[in-house]
Structure formats: C-alpha cells, structure tokens
T-cell receptor, first 114, second 115 residues
C-alpha cells in the first residue's frame, strides 16, 4: 500500500521567514493534494498537482511535484501567523478512477511566531 | 464550487448511546463519500467509503456494526456511532468529490466526546 511521509513533523518559524514542507511517497503519485487544517476543523484545499514537474502557486504558497512523481514540496514565502496550522499531503494510491479515497501523510504542524 | 457541510461540529454523548453525524454535498451530487477518523496528532485514517444506494465499503479493522453508514441520497451520507464508548471519542470528517476535475472537498469535521 502507498505511504506518504511528511517532513518535518513540526516546524516553528519566525514571522517573515520562508519554509518548506516535504511529502515523499513510497510509490508513484498519480495525484497529489495539499491541504491545510486548523486543529479540530476541516481541511482547506490548497492545491492539486498531477503532472511530473508541475508547479502551482497561490498567494505566498508554492507547491511542486518532482519529475519522478514521488515527492512534492510545499514552500511558504514570508510566513505569517495566518499560515499556522497543520499541512497535510494526500494522494491517490493508484490511477484515479474518480471514486478513490485519498491516502494522507501524518501532517506537518506549523507554528509562526512574531 | 463544491461545498460539503457536516453536522454537528461538536457532540458530547454518554457511553452506550448512539450518535449520528451528517455529511451533505450542498451544490453537487456525490455518489461516493468518504469517512475519515483523525486521532490527536495523527493523520486522517479512512474508515469507509459510502456509496449511494448500496452498502458502504469498510476498511480493515473498522467495525461495520459499530459505525453504521447510510447513503440514502446523492447529497447525504450519515455515520452513526452505535453504543458509543470513550474510545470512540475522536474527530470524524467526511469528504466528497464533485468530479475528476475538482479537488476533494472536506466537511468541517465532528468532534465526538463520549463520557
């Protein structure tokens, strides 16, 4: 079965600093999702990557999927307190059929301090 | 858009009672919905796949008689935790996908506390 490993598990950064979160898969990624979660709340969709080498940006967050499609990184530029939360990567365990549930990494807990 | 509404957001119940959690797709039809459980500082664990008009598919280790899933319409799936025990206390969250061009949308989650 596919496993997603996220690193680091937790991260504390000073406001204004850049940071990167990684998501590594044991198998080829057929679709990779990044979500943000506040403790005790639902998941907020950030980005979806499907093609090897693909890169997407939204505001100060950029996500990339490597060419081999086994690793994705999430980069936050000039972090702000509003970026604090748990970042989860989720992926399809096999080629998307439309009704395939996502498999998730354990998450990266981000704290941003002033 | 693709909005999924989940209720209640928080529930406290006594041991031995049953609790129903609802997951609704508000602006699309979802033939399939997914139910996850999340333990503190842990990832989301898939519990079951809810299929409209048919029986749910449960993941290994998930008791189907404990966690009853009903997907009676294209916009509503319910998860009932029967004869709840303190170890059932957790965060439950549902998910659905509008179509293959949309990302998966999640409900806001339900925090269940069994006392």
């Amino acid at each position: 079965s596919q496993e997603l490993e996220q690193s680091p598990q937790s991260l504390i950064v000073q406001e204004g600093k850049n940071l990167t979160i990684n998501c590594t898969s044991s198998k080829t990624l057929y679709g990779l999702y990044w979500y943000k979660q506040k403790y005790g709340e639902g998941l907020i969709f950030l980005m979806m990557l499907q093609k090897g080498g693909e890169e997407k940006s939204h505001e100060k967050i950029t996500a990339k999927l490597d060419e081999k499609k086994q690793q994705s990184s999430l980069h936050i530029t000039a972090s702000q307190p509003s970026h604090a939360g748990i970042y989860l990567c989720g992926a399809f365990p096999f080629l998307n059929s439309g009704n395939t549930p996502l498999v998730f990494g354990k998450g990266t807990r981000l704290s941003v301090i002033a | 858009g693709a909005v999924v509404s989940q209720h209640p957001s928080r529930v406290i119940c006594k041991s031995g009672t049953s609790v129903k959690i609802e997951c609704r797709s508000l602006d699309f039809q979802a033939t399939t919905m997914f139910w996850y459980r999340q333990f503190p500082k842990k990832s989301l664990m898939l519990m079951a796949t809810s299929n409209e008009g048919s029986k749910a598919t449960y993941e290994q280790g998930v008791e189907k008689d404990k966690f009853l899933i009903n997907h009676a319409s294209l916009t509503l799936s319910t998860l009932t935790v029967t004869s709840a025990h303190p170890e059932d206390s957790s965060f439950y969250i549902c998910s659905a996908r509008r179509d293959r061009y949309y990302g998966y949308t999640f409900g806001s989650g339900t925090r269940l506390t069994v006392v």
